[in-house]
């Protein structure tokens, strides 16, 4: 980093890093808040149970800290799926999904719209309807969206296993 400078923060995989690096910094530092708070919040509770506790800031710091978790295991999942590219197998997975982008993208943009949809009209009709619309869209969903899913992503997978070229790169 002291040879490269700031050249260093021009690659995407450098700056995933850092993102990592921070993120694990900022999760610890809202851990030791949310439990200085939740202690704080606890021990008013217990010395009067007969006011209002207000737990806002503890719940406020918990659902901040479970955000940047979340956050920080998916860069962490990125990073690790880069490092294993090496592996010819998940690298034909990997190409079969890059291969099947498209249809994959089209596909969550109508899972999207059909889960908007179907939380709308429960939203806006009455608890009897909204069963009937939950199990109409569980059936719909899963047995005819998410098989054209899977089988856009079978037929992209049939097609690199035929035309896969292995790459071995460390260079990148």
């Known amino acids: 980093m002291k040879e490269q400078g700031w050249a260093y923060f021009r690659r995407k995989w450098n700056l995933v890093e850092l993102l990592?690096?921070?993120?694990?910094?900022?999760c610890l530092s809202v851990y030791i808040w949310?439990?200085?708070?939740g202690n704080r919040d606890m021990d008013y509770y217990h010395h009067h149970k007969?006011?209002?506790?207000n737990f806002h800031e503890t719940a406020t710091a918990d659902s901040t800290l479970g955000y940047l978790i979340a956050f920080l295991v998916l860069l962490a999942?990125?990073?690790?799926?880069?490092?294993?590219?090496?592996?010819p197998k998940?690298?034909?997975?990997?190409?079969?999904l890059h291969r099947?982008?498209?249809?994959?993208?089209?596909?969550?943009v109508v899972i999207t719209i059909m889960i908007l949809a179907?939380?709308?009209?429960?939203?806006?009709?009455?608890?009897?309807?909204?069963v009937m619309f939950i199990g109409s869209c569980t059936i719909f969903m899963t047995y005819m969206v998410l098989n054209l899913f899977i089988t856009v992503v079978l037929m992209a997978f049939s097609y690199e296993r035929e035309h896969h070229k292995v790459s071995y790169s460390i260079a990148d």
């Open 90 to 96: 998940l690298h034909m997975i990997a190409a079969t």
């Open 20 to 26: 990592i690096i921070l993120l694990s910094w900022a």
């Open 34 to 37: 949310r439990t200085l708070v």
């Open 77 to 87: 999942t990125v990073k690790l799926w880069h490092l294993l590219r090496l592996n």
């Open 100 to 108: 099947a982008w498209g249809d994959i993208s089209g596909f969550l």
């Open 50 to 53: 007969h006011h209002f506790a």
């Open 118 to 130: 179907y939380a709308i009209c429960v939203l806006n009709h009455n608890a009897l309807l909204g």
